[in-house]
């Protein structure tokens, strides 16, 4: 497989997040609660990749093995509590900029753990992709109110989602991607049941009212992404992962507008026009590294 053909793998991963705030809206417009919104995703979305798991390549993976991978998919069940309850709080156009500070944070782990800082290429995508999540949450002609407690849940759910995208770019990379993505799935639902038990499901009507909503969420939020960034991201890197990443926002205004029928204004979609610029300036730096390499490659051959 090429290189371009892993980050667009990457990149579809982050667009099934940009379908989450949508789905989530319209779950809490019927009157459905953190627990049963969050729980219901976890629960249906590990169902659905275990089954696909069940079908496809497996390996024998050794106790620390299995516990290292779930362990790696805890920062994802907190991303979704974080977020959510951050849009309890906060407008969302302000909640999901808090969030896409894990753009910068990436990077920022990639250098940390890897020693890999970014280069100037990568330093001007970054700041032209948070400048357009400015634009695209309609920063700059709304008004906005600020909370504090919902700042802080918002901006532990990009630490989150920073720390979920690096670890399954790096941790168990010999297990197959599906395989993997189950265990990722097991350890998000553990963190998600422990922090919001689910005595939702006792109650039946809850539950089948609830099914439409959880199982677009399970699949778009718990089965595809893990899935995705476990192919990809090992071949993209943390820091070209997170850029990447940045397609969540554009999906999210795209869709309330023609789904949620919010009115979204020329300047959102000025910003939406910038982040997808921002990501096409951050892929160029790996596209044309991996040109001069290959280049390299054929003038010393014989």
């Given amino acids: 497989m090429k290189k371009w053909h892993y980050a667009l793998i990457v990149l579809a991963g982050g667009c099934c997040y940009g379908i989450l705030s949508t789905f989530v809206k319209l779950a809490y417009s019927v009157g459905f609660s953190l627990t049963e919104v969050v729980g219901g995703q976890f629960i249906i979305g590990t169902i659905c990749i275990s089954l696909l798991a069940l079908f496809s390549k497996r390996i024998r993976l050794t106790v620390r093995e ?22 309890q709080s906060l407008d969302a156009s302000l909640a999901i900029i808090f969030l896409f500070q894990f753009i910068w944070i990436g990077s920022f782990l990639e250098w940390l753990m890897e020693n890999k800082g970014p280069s100037n290429q990568k330093l001007l995508s970054i700041f032209i992709l948070l400048l357009g999540s400015i634009c695209a949450a309609g920063l700059l002609t709304r008004e906005i109110s600020f909370n504090a407690v919902g700042a ?23 297990v197959p991607p599906i395989q993997k993505s ?35 969420l399970g699949l778009f939020g718990v089965a595809l992404p893990p899935l995705l960034f476990s192919i990809g991201m090992p071949h993209v890197g943390a820091g070209l992962g997170t850029i990447l990443s940045a397609s969540e926002l554009p999906v999210a205004i795209i869709l309330s507008a023609f789904v949620l029928r919010e009115s979204v204004d020329y300047m959102q979609w ?21 040109h001069h390499s290959r280049k390299g490659e054929s003038d010393v051959g014989f």
């Fill in 66 to 87: 299995k516990l290292l991978i779930a362990t790696a998919g805890v920062p994802m069940g907190l991303t979704g509590i974080f977020y959510y309850q951050s849009l």
């Fill in 152 to 174: 802080g849940w918002g901006l532990g759910a990009a630490l989150m989602f920073a720390v979920f995208i690096y670890c399954s770019g790096t941790v168990c990379r010999h």
């Fill in 182 to 216: 189950a265990w990722l799935a097991y350890g998000g639902l553990v963190i998600v049941m422990l922090i919001l038990p689910p005595i939702f499901l006792v109650e039946q009507l809850v539950i089948v009212e609830l099914v439409p909503y959880v199982f677009v």
């Fill in 270 to 290: 000025t910003g939406v026009l910038m982040i997808l610029i921002g990501i096409a300036i951050g892929n160029k730096t790996r596209s044309e590294k991996n």
